[in-house]
């Protein structure tokens, strides 16, 4: 759950454009994660007025149309879609 609450926070912090340094992220994300996730979570959920609980559902909802990259960092980070 804790790869979901990063995944929208990068989203969301990119979309309205906070500094990488203004999000937090929980414990165990990696900039790995984040990295592989960012681009799907923004193609697929973020539209033009996100908001976390939005993202969050449809990173939940879609998390199996995710590339191969961001389910192996996910996976590699011993993180639970």
């Not at 990696?30 to 007025?49: F, Y």
């Amino acid at each position: 759950m804790r790869w979901i609450v990063a995944a929208t926070v990068v989203a969301l912090s990119a979309q309205i454009g906070l500094a990488a340094d203004e999000a937090k992220f929980p414990a165990g994300i990696t900039p790995a994660v984040k990295s592989a996730c960012e681009n799907d979570v923004r193609r697929l959920c973020v539209d033009e007025s996100p908001t976390y609980s939005k993202v969050k559902a449809c990173v939940i909802a879609k998390f199996g149309q995710f590339g191969a990259r961001c389910k192996m960092q996910v996976a590699l980070a011993g993180l639970k879609p």
